[in-house]
């Protein structure tokens, strides 16, 4: 988020911030739909570590090209009272093609999200993680959910950001798509049918990006702490690796009925981890910290082997802790006012 230091509301700057951004990071920073949104990116990485240190390096960078003009930046899934229709749209081809054929529905993406790419070697094994992953969403999304206020309204969720998204086609759980031949021949059909330009239209949750050789999880809120988006990244980095391992070993891949992964999404968004979620294949609910806690146990082998536990241990901290939904929820109960909440939530956003 670009935010004016004075009102505390967004600022539609990102022009005045692209040109300031330092020549060595090129397309590591870049705009968005909408003028008061920047994305960051980190390079391909060949650990998480590496990934973390250019992440920490952008943050504190923007920090300062903002101070500079008047501005903070800020993380978080939704900015607690900014107005989607006061926004501008960036002056760029397919942002303003997204607008005319969206239309309302574009308009209101005024939200923030962390995607997650993981290197994966070879075509039907991508497809095979990409479904695998699929089952965990709802999950991911209760760890991250971080926007439980939106156009200053507490929403009585914790992902705001997921119902706002949820508007667009082609997003969402994706179908199980089981091999590669299966996914490129229904790409080929939304591209001939003129549906879409190409696949980086399917904004699934989790999706194989041909492109990039990756398989991408898109499915977290922004997280405030640099922290967070460790842990998170942990977590994906370790479960697609075990999924690549259960591929390689020819284990079968058990499709999870979209509707129940649907279900346990909105469960997910609506209470976060202060919930149940239903365990399949177990056809029942348990607590969504119980799963956590289970998960990251089953992964414990596979961060060892890619030297992430120490940030794989950091989910602790959400759920001991609180996502950031709940901290936020918290912080605004203390004092009731949004605008501190925004200033706090930029004051988190830097790293220690």
């Keep these: 988020m670009l935010i004016d230091a004075d009102s505390l509301d967004l600022a539609q700057e990102i022009e005045a911030v692209m040109d300031a951004v330092p020549a060595d990071m090129p397309g590591q920073v870049k705009p968005e739909l909408m003028q008061s949104v ?17 992440l920490r390096t952008l943050r504190r960078e923007l920090a300062r ?5 008047g501005l903070l930046v800020g993380a978080a899934g939704t900015h607690p009272f900014a107005n989607p229709a006061d926004q501008l749209i960036v002056d760029r081809p397919r942002y303003k093609q997204l607008v005319a054929d969206l239309g309302w529905v574009a308009r209101q993406e005024l939200i923030f999200g962390t995607h997650v790419h993981v290197a994966i070697e070879g075509a039907d094994k991508a497809i095979y993680v990409a ?39 082609r997003a969402g759980i994706p179908p199980h798509y089981g091999t590669w031949e ?8 939304m591209i001939e ?26 499915v977290f809120d922004q997280q405030t702490g640099l922290e967070h988006t460790l842990a998170l990244a942990a977590l994906t980095l370790a479960l697609c690796h075990r999924l690549s391992s259960l591929f390689d ?26 919930g149940p979620l239903i365990d399949h294949p177990h056809a029942r609910q348990r607590p969504a910290t119980e799963m956590v806690r289970d998960l990251v146990a089953e992964l414990g082998d596979d961060a060892e082997a890619l030297d992430c536990a ?30 501190e909440l925004v ?10």
Excluded at 257 to 274: C, F, H, M, Q, S
């Design 38 to 54: 920047l994305e960051i990116a980190t390079e391909p990485c060949p650990d998480l570590r590496c990934a973390g240190d250019q």
């Design 65 to 69: 090209i903002a101070e500079e003009r």
């Design 131 to 169: 479904d695998g992953v699929r089952r965990y969403l709802p999950l991911m999304l209760a760890l991250s959910s971080n926007s439980p206020f939106w156009r200053g309204d507490n929403t009585q969720m914790m992902s705001a950001r997921t119902p706002v998204f949820r508007a667009f086609p």
């Design 182 to 189: 299966i996914f490129s021949r229904r790409i080929e059909l």
């Design 193 to 218: 049918s003129g549906a879409i330009d190409d696949y980086t239209y399917m904004w699934w949750d989790v999706r194989p990006h041909p492109k990039l050789g990756t398989v991408e999880t898109r």
């Design 249 to 274: 070993a020819a284990e079968p891949l058990n499709e999870t009925p979209t509707e129940l992964i649907d279900d346990n999404k909105v469960r997910a968004a609506l209470r976060g981890l202060e």
């Design 310 to 339: 120490s940030e794989l241990a950091g989910i602790e901290d959400l759920i001991e802790g609180g996502t950031g939904a709940r901290r936020q929820l918290d912080a605004h109960g203390r004092d009731g006012d949004l605008r």
């Design 343 to 352: 200033r706090e939530l930029a004051g988190r956003t830097l790293p220690e």
